[in-house]
């Protein structure tokens, strides 16, 4: 069994407990020991950091003091998440005084003090391709996916050092991954696009455009249905598609899943949840 620290990011546990279900069972069957980070807070979602940058860090500093209290390396199903602790770590060692700031901010509230020196974070996907081994995931398939499926990275973990192995501007792991779970990736052009989601609220409609884009794109490639690696760009993919699809005036009809469900299916996970996304690839996305 290989260790890590779990942060759920923001939604994993509130308006998409899907993920929550399918995470566990499926890093189990992987030999993955997801290590709860006991008393985790929001990492901001960047939606905090438009208001106040230094809170945003702050929280950030106060999730990876934890998982250093737990010893081992962070993983996040999350592309969101991924991308914002990176780029927390990445600046509390290149901005001593913003490190001093945070922990200032973390002695005063919980008496704790990040390092932030050695620890790493990590996408669930990273660690399939990286340390885990599409060979092993391979060999555990027992549903082949059998569907053309386009996969969605998002923009936020598509940096260097925060995508394992993966290219940031051209990423693969995905597809790589699909196929190791008996699937057919669908390129398409904007699978690294931002949906908008921490602007939802202050720039309607554009976010919709932007979401549609996305949406449109898969369908047109071919895609039955769209895989995210975000669990909170997933809300747009899913629960704006109609609005999406207004808004744009684009076909925006496809059935979207966050990444930890599907490679769950694949894995015998949850099979009756694995035939109604079948029904609905057929119904809807073809």
Not at 43 to 66: H, P, V
Not at 119 to 127: A, E
Request: one cysteine or more.
């Amino acid at each position: 069994m290989v260790k890590y620290s779990y942060f759920p990011g923001n939604v994993a546990r509130q308006s998409s407990s899907e993920v929550e279900d399918t995470i566990q069972p499926l890093c189990k069957t992987l030999g993955i020991e997801l290590i709860e980070i006991v008393g985790y807070n929001s990492d901001g979602g960047n939606i905090i950091k438009q208001g106040n940058k230094e809170l945003q860090l702050a929280l950030n500093a106060r999730n990876i003091a934890l998982a250093e209290k737990n010893g081992h390396p962070i993983i996040t199903a999350c592309a969101s998440a991924q991308g914002i602790l990176h780029e927390a770590l990445e600046t509390f060692r290149n901005d001593p005084i913003a490190l001093a700031n945070a922990n200032t901010v973390l002695s005063k509230t919980s008496g704790m003090a990040a390092q932030a020196d050695e620890i790493t974070t990590n996408h669930l996907l990273h660690v399939l391709v990286d340390e885990i081994g599409l060979e092993k995931v391979e060999n555990a398939v027992i549903n082949p996916l059998n569907m053309d499926i386009a996969c969605y990275y998002g923009p936020h973990m598509q940096q260097a050092g925060a995508c394992g192995g993966d290219d940031a501007w051209n990423p693969n792991y995905m597809e790589k991954l699909i196929t190791a779970l008996g699937g057919r990736p669908v390129e398409y052009k904007t699978k690294t696009s931002s949906v908008g989601n921490p602007s939802l609220l202050s720039l309607g409609d554009s976010v919709m455009k932007m979401t549609a884009r996305v949406l449109n794109d898969a369908k047109r490639a071919g895609a039955q249905i769209i895989v995210s690696a975000c669990t909170q760009s997933h809300s747009n993919l899913d629960s704006y598609q109609g609005k999406a699809g207004r808004v744009a005036s684009k076909d925006t009809n496809i059935p979207a899943v966050n990444l930890t469900e599907i490679i769950a299916f694949a894995l015998g996970h949850f099979p009756d949840r694995f035939a109604q996304l079948k029904t609905r690839a057929i119904l809807i996305g073809s």
